[in-house]
């Protein structure tokens, strides 16, 4: 007597509520992983944006903004690191890109100033190098004029000494740290040139007129 062999009917899957909600938690972490990613590119871009800044004196030239967009940044990255600790399914990093923005628009405006001041900065010193370069000579003739006044046979040496290592230290700036692009320590040398020359004219005419009524 031959059977026949009845197909057998698909079980359904029947899931408890406890699974079910397992599932899904694990589909929303993957889902929640791929829409939510650190902006590592974002965080590359204002890296390298504060770094252009520095390079372009920001430092010297635009400090305060440097710092505001550096904190900025600072400020960017705690947040992103505190979504970092949350579980995927809460994890958001639209405040901490929006922070990104925010450092990487002030990172631009420092090197912008930075720019725009370090020219400034630089006609500055090479009017102040001007200034104390004819000082010098000034003072240099004013000496030379003095110098056989009885009164000036004891200190000619002393001043005559003094404008020297004077005039070489406004070739130093001249050659070496205005080259370089220090224009601040340029301005700064150039006026300590200047003070020292005014200096010295005074001494000569104490010295030429002790009435005290020769003008420079």
């Known amino acids: 007597m031959a059977h026949t062999l009845k197909p057998m009917r698909p079980q359904t899957l029947r899931l408890t509520s ?14 929640a992983q791929g829409c939510t990613e650190r902006p590592s590119s974002q965080i590359d871009s204002v890296i390298r944006t504060l770094q252009d800044a520095r390079l372009s004196g920001a430092k010297d030239y635009a400090y305060e903004q440097l710092q505001q ?21 809460w994890r958001t990093y639209s405040q901490g890109k929006q922070m990104l923005d925010r450092a990487l628009a002030q990172a631009d405006q420092a090197k912008s ?5 370090l020219e400034e900065t630089k006609s500055n010193a090479q009017v102040a190098l001007t200034l104390a370069r004819q000082n010098l000579q000034h003072t240099q003739t004013l000496l030379q004029e003095g110098r056989e006044h009885p009164s000036m046979h004891q200190q000619f040496e002393e001043l ?3 404008l020297q290592k004077a005039e070489a230290l406004l070739d130093t700036i001249e050659s070496g740290i205005m080259t370089q692009g220090d224009y601040i320590q340029v301005m700064t040398t150039a006026h300590a040139v ?23």
């Open 160 to 162: 005559h000494l003094a």
């Open 194 to 216: 200047e003070t020292i020359t005014v200096t010295i004219q005074e001494r000569i005419l104490s010295a030429l007129d002790p009435s005290g009524n020769v003008q420079v």
């Open 113 to 117: 100033e930075a720019l725009a001041n």
């Open 18 to 31: 406890w699974e079910w909600c397992l599932i899904l938690a694990i589909t929303g972490t993957f889902l």
């Open 69 to 89: 967009a550096e904190m900025s940044y600072s400020q960017a990255i705690n947040e992103l690191d505190n979504q970092d600790e949350k579980f995927a399914w």
